[in-house]
């Protein structure tokens, strides 16, 4: 077994769309101690609660955001063998098809790099201080937390 | 204690303010006490913190329970529960 360097772990939260292809190979890189990379990517959807969403807009607390990512971030490395792993989370108005989330994981073995990645996405939606409000033709609704994603993140305690 | 408060979401559309300086009477100590002190306001105030709703704060940009003593100078931020992702 090989000496097992720090994992790269980065963040960032913007209102500009990301390109996985990019994301990927920055993520790639030179390290040829990778062997599996798992992406995950959140999509708006058109319909929430039955209603026909125009478009999405995502508040959060600058900050702390960054902050509660990284949090995650380091969380997942200690309890899984992490080459690498990025988040990126955007902000602002989005529309049905739009990206919203990336979440790229690194390792030498697939095992680590799927479970980290759903462990990171479980905190992510519980933890990290982000506000999605939905916008109807009868207006805008601000969307409510759901048990599910309580349940989802308590799996892993 | 003079505590520098943030309201995000639901919360800063229905206060009306997305942030403010509370000088707390000497009686608050706690989270909760602050928040009591908040809910004393009436209004959607007492409203928002009747118990019904869930919320969640944050001290110092890290998640908190109510029991967690306030610090001088402390940035608060009070929110709904997080629906990002």
């Known amino acids: ?101 990336l979440v790229l994981t690194a390792s030498a073995h697939r095992g680590d790099a799927y479970e980290a990645n759903s462990f990171i ?30 349940k989802a993140a308590a799996r892993w305690k | 204690m003079k505590i520098n408060v943030l309201y995000f979401a639901q919360l800063r559309e229905k206060f009306g303010i997305g942030d403010e300086s509370i000088v707390a009477p000497v009686s608050v100590h706690t989270v909760r006490d602050l928040i009591a002190h908040l809910s004393s306001r009436g209004g959607v105030w007492a409203q928002t913190f009747d118990g019904s709703q869930a919320f969640r704060v944050a001290m110092n940009q890290e998640m908190i329970e109510l029991d967690t003593p306030l610090v001088e100078g402390a940035e608060l931020a009070i929110f709904r529960p997080v629906t990002g992702g």
């Open chain 1, 121 to 150: 996405m479980d905190y992510l939606k519980t933890e990290a201080p982000f506000w999605k409000k939905e916008w109807t033709p009868e207006g805008p609704r601000w969307i409510e937390a759901r048990d599910s994603d309580d």
């Open chain 1, 1 to 101: 077994m090989t000496a097992q360097s720090t994992p790269r772990l980065s963040v960032a939260v913007q209102s500009a769309d990301f390109e996985l292809s990019r994301e990927y190979a920055a993520l790639l890189g030179h390290d040829r101690g990778i062997g599996a990379i798992v992406a995950f990517i959140g999509t708006v959807r058109d319909l929430n609660l039955a209603q026909d969403v125009v478009a999405l807009e995502l508040e959060h607390y600058p900050g702390m955001t960054e902050k509660s990512l990284h949090k995650i971030l380091d969380a997942a490395s200690e309890r899984w063998s992490l080459q690498g792993a990025r988040i990126v989370h955007r902000i602002g108005k989005m529309y049905p098809g739009d990206q919203i989330v």
